[in-house]
């Protein structure tokens, strides 16, 4: 076991896990990390969850637009198209609510979630590259280390600088705070792990099918209005969502499978016109000893 752990500490670099590379690497993904979360759940507070989860969903374009920045990626026009529709979707999010301060306080704060998270990834991609099963295990390990120590810190500096203070335990909703901390961290494992394990393209659907969920749940249990241009916004991030799910080399596919039907069209029509061609001379020699008789 101990020599697997430190097969896996080389995911740090050669040195392993140190108290240096401890606050170098792992802190800043904390940092962003915590962001993500609390930028999410505080634009939950401003706005529904249907436009923070279709909102969320521009961290793909974000990230193609990092990547291609940083670290040199394939330059595709498809992403390009994809992250218009991303930066539109949200404008006409925006405008579906008349430019209200309150919305647009609540798009700002989803909109620099997913930013946060298009950076932690890419930053994860530059700096640590592919990580295994293990190796993603013992990260994830090190930013909830890091998460007790910077987060629990916050709250407690603010209460003894009497920014703010604490109400009676007695009256913190515990059910409902243990009940999301359960899906956050079953979120987390998920997402971490089955990056590990299977395809990113399938962990990146799960964020657009919780579109509809949400819009179903909003629709029974708040008092969301899904006029003309919400609906155009949504099906517009969508759409980019999906576009940026395209593997790189979708365009030699569909050329190779462009090409395969045309082949196939060419070799129908000749053996068509075979056909009828000796289907004649069949019917002549048919007809000729009725003529003859």
Not at 109 to 122: E, F, H, N, R
Not at 244 to 254: A, G, H, I, Y
Not at 256 to 285: C, F, H, Q
Request: charged content about 15%.
């Amino acid at each position: 076991p101990f020599s697997r752990f430190r097969e896996c500490c080389r995911f740090f670099g050669d040195n392993g896990l140190t108290l240096k590379v401890f606050f170098t690497k792992a802190a800043p993904f904390g940092v962003l990390w915590t962001l993500t979360n609390y930028l999410y759940l505080h634009a939950i507070k401003k706005i529904n969850t249907t436009d923070v989860s279709v909102l969320f969903c521009c961290n793909k374009a974000f990230v193609f637009l990092l990547s291609w920045i940083v670290l040199r990626d394939r330059f595709m026009g498809v992403r390009i198209v994809a992250a218009i529709f991303a930066i539109a979707g949200i404008v006409m999010m925006t405008y579906a609510d008349g430019f209200h301060s309150h919305s647009v306080i609540g798009i700002a704060l989803v909109v620099g979630s997913a930013s946060m998270s298009a950076l932690y990834k890419v930053l994860f991609k530059l700096l640590l590259g592919s990580a295994k099963f293990g190796e993603a295990a013992l990260f994830l390990s090190v930013l909830a280390v890091f998460n007790v120590l910077f987060v629990t810190c916050i709250p407690v500096i603010l209460y003894f600088t009497k920014v703010e203070y604490w109400s009676s335990f007695d009256i913190v909703p515990w059910g409902n705070l243990c009940g999301f901390s359960i899906l956050l961290l079953t979120f987390n494992i998920l997402l971490n792990f089955g990056i590990a394990i299977t395809y990113p393209t399938l962990i990146s659907l799960g964020i657009v099918l919780s579109v509809p969920v949400n819009a179903v749940v909003d629709h029974y249990t708040s008092e969301i209005v899904f006029n003309s241009v919400r609906v155009i916004a949504i099906i517009i991030i969508g759409l980019g969502f999906l576009l940026l799910l395209l593997p790189e080399e979708w365009d030699v596919w569909v050329i190779k499978l462009l090409t395969r039907l045309k082949v196939r069209k060419k070799e129908e029509i000749p053996e068509g016109n075979g056909d009828i061609a000796s289907g004649l001379p069949s019917k002549s020699r048919r007809t000729r000893p009725s003529m003859s008789s």
